[in-house]
């Protein structure tokens, strides 16, 4: 499969990192196609602008700044994200990249006054992530992210997309056996996407 | 009490403009000292650099690049957002700014070993939320909301412990009309007027 991989950490030497490497090398030994886009590489600015607002439902104009990233988006058969959880939320940049990129158009049409979902070409999704709470603290403020993930992404693709959720809560306390269990973990899973 | 509004839409022209002028006149004629942060307009940068986060959980330099937003968050007895919702969560200029400003040992402290983290903005006791959804108010709950709950639930757990919050959203804004949006616009004036 072609298999986009979004990442978003800013930092080389962090345990994200090392998992946005063990995804990627595990895909690509399984013999998939690997898109890796790291957004902070890539300095990929996540702040919708005026320009973009206005032409937001202009099917003629609205891509005009993201083309490159639609395309990607559009020519994968499954996505992988790799980020933190910030806040009960994804990090800014990776936020602001649905804001830009999942256009009307793109990964919406508007049918008859409804929203129709467009992205039909992604088949799987995995996220790979990091949270600093605990399980039950995310559990109590109602985790944001894996609802985006399971609910809003799945429902953008299709909603008989399987969603593989993988998370390492409690960062703030981790150690290195559990750090090295759960990139096994990954590296597994990956394995077998 | 002092009120700062926190908005995020890069358009003067939208209906969120319409919504914030709404705010700070009602917060302004109840007797309230309010400022605004208009996070497009400052340009502020939601992302978060590599060094940023090297220092993020070190005390003599993780305030460094925000210690201005940092003053005005502590300034505030009460913070009003109001902002689109995109995709069911904050825009990104919004999200950025809570991981950017909201840090270690400022606004909260992480454990030492066990137990549970502790938030140190007692200053803030009211937090009122106003946006706006292209979804329905169904569509939002059965996604859940995750943006009214990273400010209603997460941010509010660093505030003042019984702090409370006021949810306000015009649902299906691509569908909206004059009429709509002239109720909900009253709406806010009610509400924010007994907040």
């Not at chain 1, 013999?31 to 005026?50: K, Q």
């Not at chain 1, 039909?120 to 790979?128: D, G, M, P, S, T």
């Not at chain 2, 999200?95 to 400022?106: A, F, S, T, Y």
């Not at chain 2, 015009?170 to 569908?175: E, G, L, Q, R, T």
């Amino acid at each position: 499969m072609r298999i986009l991989v979004l990442f978003a950490h800013p930092v080389e030497t962090s345990f994200q990192a090392a998992l946005y490497r063990t995804v990627c090398d595990e895909l690509k030994g399984a013999g998939h196609e690997v898109d890796a886009l790291d957004l902070y590489a890539e300095n990929f600015d996540p702040r919708l602008t005026r320009e973009e607002r206005m032409d937001y439902h202009d099917l003629s104009k609205n891509q005009t700044n993201v083309a490159a990233y639609v395309e990607r988006v559009q020519a994968a058969e499954a996505m992988v994200i790799v980020t933190p959880v910030w806040n009960f939320g994804y990090p800014a940049i990776l936020k602001g990249f649905f804001d830009r990129v999942f256009l009307p158009g793109v990964s919406f049409e508007m049918v008859a006054g409804k929203v129709k979902p467009k992205l039909k070409n992604i088949r799987k999704l995995a996220v790979v992530t990091t949270y600093g709470g605990s399980f039950w603290r995310a559990f109590l403020v109602g985790d944001p992210p894996r609802r985006i993930a399971k609910r809003f992404l799945r429902a953008t693709f299709s909603l008989a997309t399987p969603v593989a959720y993988l998370a390492h809560y409690d960062m703030n306390r981790s150690t290195d056996a559990s750090r090295t269990a759960f990139l096994g973990k990954v590296a597994h899973r990956m394995a077998h996407f | 009490m002092k009120a700062l509004v926190v908005y995020c839409h890069p358009c003067e022209e939208s209906f969120n403009a319409a919504v914030r002028d709404t705010a700070i006149r009602t917060l302004e004629d109840n007797g309230h000292e309010v400022r605004l942060l208009d996070l497009y307009k400052e340009g502020f940068n939601p992302v978060m650099s590599a060094e940023e986060r090297r220092c993020y959980n070190d005390k003599d330099c993780n305030i460094d690049p925000v210690a201005d937003q940092l003053e005005l968050i502590r300034w505030a007895d009460m913070l009003v957002f109001v902002y689109p919702t995109w995709w069911f969560g904050l825009p990104a200029m919004l999200k950025g700014w809570l991981d950017r400003v909201w840090i270690p040992h400022e606004t909260f402290q992480l454990p030492e070993g066990k137990g549970p983290l502790k938030g140190c903005m007692e200053n803030v006791k009211k937090i009122a939320i106003v946006t706006t959804c292209g979804a329905t108010w169904l569509q939002s709950k059965v996604v859940g909301e995750p943006g009214r709950k990273t400010i209603a639930r997460g941010l509010r757990y660093l505030c003042c412990p019984n702090c409370n919050t006021l949810y306000l959203a015009h649902y299906k804004m691509d569908a909206s009309t004059p009429q709509s949006r002239k109720g909900f616009l009253a709406k806010v004036e009610r509400k924010l007027a007994h907040l």
